[in-house]
Each structure stands twice: as structure tokens, then as C-alpha cells.
Nanobody, 124 residues
Framework: QVQLVESGGGSVQAGGSLRLACTAS????????MAWFRQAPGKEREGVAL???????GYADSVKGRFTISQNNGKNALYLQMNSLKLEDTAMYYC??????????????????WGQGTQVTVSS
């Protein structure tokens, strides 16, 4: 059974940092490209960051220079370090897995497995 479980969300003041984690199980992690998406109330789900099976990364323009995606293949774990958080970063954050090789930009429809999400709330 495939499972993606996110953790690390919470409430933080603007300018602060959070580190999200996603633990994967039930499939061959190294064969997949991994990504973080987010969805704010009333908005469409958008790609935030990607790391493909070869370790190449891609980011949304709105988070470049502030967010860093990384992974630990030995632990089947994906991370998102979020620094200099802004009010507009408030959203539910999801990790997702897509079989094979993916490049930025990404679409949610290209991803096979999803976590349940973790809420990030940034306040002033």
C-alpha cells in the first residue's frame, strides 16, 4: 500500500522558517520524481518545488531563493525547507510522487500518489 505522510506544518510569523517532511512507503522511492504542491482556500493547487529521480530541482518563481527541496533516498524521505515565509505562503502543502523523470514546470495531473497534506499558516 502506497503511503505519503507529511509532517512539519504549523503556524509561524512572517519572516520565520518551517521544515516540512514527507515519508514515503509502499513503492520504489528511487524510481519516482517527488514534488511539493500547495493549495490555498479558493485557489488552484500549484506546484512549489520538484526534485526528480536524478536529483535535479525546480521551483516556482514565488519561492525561489527562499525554499529548498531535498530528499534522503535511504530514508524514503522528502523535505522542504521554507525560509523568509510570507503571508501568501499560507496554504495546505502536499507531497506527491510521479513515476519516472520529471522536469519543471509540473502539473498535479502528472503525479500518481499524494499525501494527506499539512497546513502552513503564516501570520503578521
Amino acid at each position: 500500500q502506497v503511503q505519503l505522510v507529511e509532517s512539519g506544518g504549523g503556524s509561524v510569523q512572517a519572516g520565520g522558517s518551517l521544515r516540512l517532511a514527507c515519508t514515503a512507503s509502499g513503492y520504489s522511492y528511487s524510481s519516482y520524481s517527488m514534488a511539493w504542491f500547495r493549495q490555498a482556500p479558493g485557489k488552484e493547487r500549484e506546484g512549489v518545488a520538484l526534485i526528480n529521480k536524478y536529483g535535479a530541482t525546480g521551483y516556482a518563481d514565488s519561492v525561489k531563493g527562499r525554499f529548498t527541496i531535498s530528499q534522503n533516498n535511504g530514508k524514503n524521505a522528502l523535505y522542504l525547507q521554507m525560509n523568509s515565509l510570507k503571508l501568501e505562503d499560507t496554504a495546505m502543502y502536499y507531497c506527491a510522487a510521479a513515476y519516472g523523470f520529471r522536469l519543471w514546470p509540473i502539473r498535479s495531473t502528472a503525479f500518481d500518489y499524494w499525501g494527506q497534506g499539512t497546513q502552513v499558516t503564516v501570520s503578521s
